[in-house]
């Protein structure tokens, strides 16, 4: 039995995921802060505490994300680009296109059947359409960004978000709070602008079904449900997500071990 890890150490959160025998047996999540080196040996200490297994178990340890070079424990360090693709493929093996929407970055990843990335396209010069924006809006409407997900269901005249600065759109989030607008119609115009974001990205690579949606935006089933609607059938979203990339560094690291030995 080969006991593997990756760690993706992104610009909002540390996630862990330990694999063995093409299963997830665990998982860590938690917010970075400064020191990232420490943030990634937590992220595998809480897995392997959630676990029960120790660290002299794991055979390869492979770090991905913006904070990929502070895994400085691991073998192998690669870029979520591929991680995300291979994780992908690893939760829906029809995967074709990947939409990561993380903290600061939202990327559109073309795959094959193999999970390999045949095309990609990034915003990566500003936040808008990210996490970040979402993070700012709901706090200018008093919620936490895990409080929003569902509070757009039932929205009847969503607003028009014309912003796509987040520092502007905060503002004009708040006007329309001061405007008495529904929280709903608010929230829902912020999906609708996330999505039309990423629509233009996924564009880019060319969007064919299956469409996998990974990174921490995917847990807002209202985002979720704008991107649904807007392609006109469900993508694929699963419990683990936001581990996608940790997923997919786990398996890289597993296949370059076995082919170092063979
Ligand atoms: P990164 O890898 O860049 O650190 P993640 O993929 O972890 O980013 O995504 C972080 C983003 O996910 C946050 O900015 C937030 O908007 C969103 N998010 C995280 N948890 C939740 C949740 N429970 N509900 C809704 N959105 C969430």
């Known amino acids: 039995m080969t006991l593997v890890a990756g760690v993706d150490i992104g610009s909002t959160t540390a996630k862990c995921v330990l694999l063995e025998e093409g299963k997830v047996i665990g998982k860590s999540l938690a917010p970075v802060g400064v020191e990232l080196v420490k943030d990634a040996e937590r992220a595998l200490a809480q897995a392997l505490t959630e676990t029960g297994r ?14 990929r070079f502070k895994v400085t424990f691991g073998q192998f360090t690669l870029t979520e680009i591929g991680c995300h693709a291979k994780g992908s493929h690893f939760l829906f093996p029809a995967t074709r296109v990947v939409l990561d929407i993380g903290g600061q970055d939202t990327k559109a990843i073309k ?15 500003c936040a808008a359409g990210t996490g970040r924006f979402l993070d700012v809006c709901a706090g200018a409407l008093g919620f936490d960004v895990s409080e929003i997900g ?13 912003n796509t600065c987040t520092v502007f759109a905060e503002s004009e989030v708040a006007s329309y709070v001061a405007r008495g607008k529904d929280p709903r119609d608010i929230l829902a115009g912020l999906y609708e602008s996330v999505v039309s974001r990423s629509l233009s990205l996924l564009q880019r690579v060319g969007i064919e079904p299956e469409v996998t949606f990974t990174g921490g935006v995917s847990r807002n089933e209202g985002v979720v449900r704008a991107l649904d609607r807007r ?3 469900p993508s694929n979203v699963s419990s683990l997500s936001q581990y996608v990339g940790a997923i997919g560094a786990a398996l890289h690291g597993l296949a370059r071990a076995e082919a170092a030995t063979t």
Request: no cysteine.
């Open 150 to 162: 569902p509070l757009s269901q039932g929205a009847r005249h969503p607003v028009k978000v014309t």
């Open 111 to 125: 795959v094959n059947d193999q999970g390999e990335v045949i095309d990609f396209a990034m915003n990566d010069k």
């Open 231 to 233: 392609l006109g059938y």
């Open 54 to 67: 120790e660290r002299r178990e794991v055979r390869v340890v492979t770090g991905t994300g913006y904070g």
